[in-house]
């Protein structure tokens, strides 16, 4: 149960909606059914890779420059059976400050038996003064695959500001097939009670070995074997040792976690982005795509 900071006056309510089924369709994924309400806004699919030419590349826009007080915002992604999709944000999610309230965020995801999806959002920024709430949950069939990540970085870090938001707040559910949770990530920040930086979490009280960046990463193939791929994820994840990782079997068969610590956000993206290159060479044959947005 998340908590809550001294209250407020509550701000008004926007609530951003972006409803995505993916279907494949004559050989190729597409937009079954797109619903979106401003500020989140989806243009449409393409098929930029030519080693996967069903794939459909999905970006998620919000041309407010970020979230704000007040912003309610719900995330949908469906993936039907033999459709695959890669979904994304045109650029890192901004947080910004909120002296009368706070903003949510909802994500669900699932996919089908015989369904693929890569949800791989951009950084997410909590500026100062925010108090953000972010619940995700993941359902995937027996025989469907989901790549996920979740980066979390501070902003403008050279004005202070790593840890000077209210709070930050992340709750993520897998759901298994009697739609009950059976892998459940969940934390709370609230600097002004514990500071992360004074209580060592975040490293030593050494400046310049402080890790302000935490990567999260979830490899979901219901029925598969994935001991070779945790093997190649724990060499990946060796490295870089300013980057503390690890790789672990998650509840059930077939689904992996990964989490990264680092000062940078790049190292940490990086490491992140090895770990879906070895995924994908395992799980679909190819390597990952330019990183380019289109």
């Not at 243009?43 to 407010?64: I, K």
Request: glycine share 10%; hydrophobic share 40%.
């Amino acid at each position: 149960m998340l908590s809550h900071p001294p209250s407020r006056p509550a701000a008004s309510v926007r609530q951003g909606v972006a409803e995505l089924t993916l279907a494949l369709r004559d050989g190729r994924t597409r937009l079954a059914h797109a619903s979106t309400r401003p500020p989140l806004q989806v243009q449409g699919v393409l098929h930029p890779e030519r080693s996967l030419p069903a794939l459909a590349l999905a970006l998620l826009s919000n041309p407010t420059g970020g979230i704000f007080q007040g912003d309610d915002h719900r995330i949908s992604v469906t993936v039907d059976t033999g459709a695959a999709a890669h979904v994304s944000t045109q650029g890192a999610t901004r947080v910004h400050a909120m002296p009368l309230g706070l903003a949510k965020q909802r994500i669900d995801l699932e996919v089908a038996p015989g369904g693929y999806l890569e949800y791989l959002p951009d950084p997410l920024i909590p500026y100062q003064d925010s108090d953000f709430q972010q619940r995700t949950t993941i359902s995937v069939r027996p025989g469907g695959i989901l790549v996920f990540w979740d980066v979390l970085t501070p902003g403008r870090l050279a004005m202070g500001e790593a840890f000077q938001y209210r709070r930050l707040a992340s709750h993520l559910e897998v759901l298994g097939e009697d739609r009950l949770p059976k892998y459940i990530d969940s934390f709370e920040i609230i600097p002004s009670r514990r500071n992360p930086l004074l209580e060592y979490v975040a490293g030593p009280m050494v400046p310049e070995r402080r890790a302000y960046t935490l990567g999260s990463m979830l490899i979901i193939a219901e029925g598969r074997d994935l001991g070779q791929l945790r093997g190649e994820l724990q060499d990946t994840t060796a490295v870089n040792k300013r980057v503390p990782a690890g790789v672990t079997c998650l509840p059930g068969q077939g689904a992996l976690g990964i989490r990264a610590l680092g000062r940078e956000c790049d190292e940490v993206q990086e490491i992140l982005k090895r770990c879906w290159a070895k995924a994908r060479r395992h799980l679909l044959g190819v390597g990952i795509p330019d990183p380019r947005k289109y």
